[in-house]
């Protein structure tokens, strides 16, 4: 679950949100979805939720660090 945290808050900070806002919102619904399992304690689907959200959120910060540059170069 940190995993999945400190990778979703990265993509956050690197504006993913606007850059790649599909893998964001993909990143951010497994994390959700890690969150309430976890609560609920079915450990293994907050798991595999972390994991996914964790895979979204490295590629959603990926996509919009490299956007952000491509439009630096442009100018």
Known sequence: MNL???AFMAAKEASADVHAPNL???AE???????SAYRRKYF????????MSKKYSEK???SAV???ALEGNAE
């Open 29 to 35: 619904d497994y994390y959700l979805k890690a969150k």
């Open 60 to 62: 959603a910060e990926y």
């Open 44 to 51: 293994n689907k907050a798991k595999e939720y972390a994991v």
């Open 4 to 6: 999945a945290q400190a």
């Open 24 to 26: 964001f919102r993909k």
């Open 66 to 68: 490299r956007k952000k």
